[in-house]
């Protein structure tokens, strides 16, 4: 089944840096576009970044030029490289397809805090 184990999560300083990793199982991950979403306290899920199966990238407005998205197709791995962090970005973070709803299951996401 379709699984995704996300890891790389912490508490970090405003101004440092993490980098999220999330391993894929399950299916052909080569083929699907990816995403990366968070979900702060009271709040819904949102799309933080995208990349396609050739490697191009998006970005929502709120982590443009501080996130970093890639993703190693032999490894079935999808990273999030996250600098320049602000309190704003404190959430539980996960892997999917880019595609909303392609797999209806969620891994158990990795908490991010940004915190003084």
């Known amino acids: 089944q379709v699984q995704f184990v996300e890891s790389g999560g912490g508490l970090v300083q405003p101004g440092g840096s993490l980098r999220l990793s999330c391993a894929a199982s399950?299916?052909?991950?080569?083929?699907?576009?990816m995403g990366w979403y968070r979900q702060a306290p009271g709040k819904q899920r949102e799309l933080v970044a995208t990349?396609?199966?050739?490697?191009?990238?998006n970005y929502a407005d709120f982590v443009k030029g501080r996130f970093t998205i890639s993703r190693d197709n032999a490894k079935n791995t999808v990273y999030l490289q996250m600098d320049s962090l602000k309190p704003e970005d404190t959430a539980v973070y996960y892997c999917?397809?880019?595609?909303?709803?392609?797999?209806?299951?969620w891994g158990q996401g990795t908490q991010v805090t940004v915190s003084s």
């Open positions: 999917n397809s880019a595609i909303a709803r392609t797999f209806p299951s």
């Open positions: 399950g299916f052909i991950f080569s083929i699907y576009a």
């Open positions: 990349i396609t199966r050739g490697g191009n990238t």
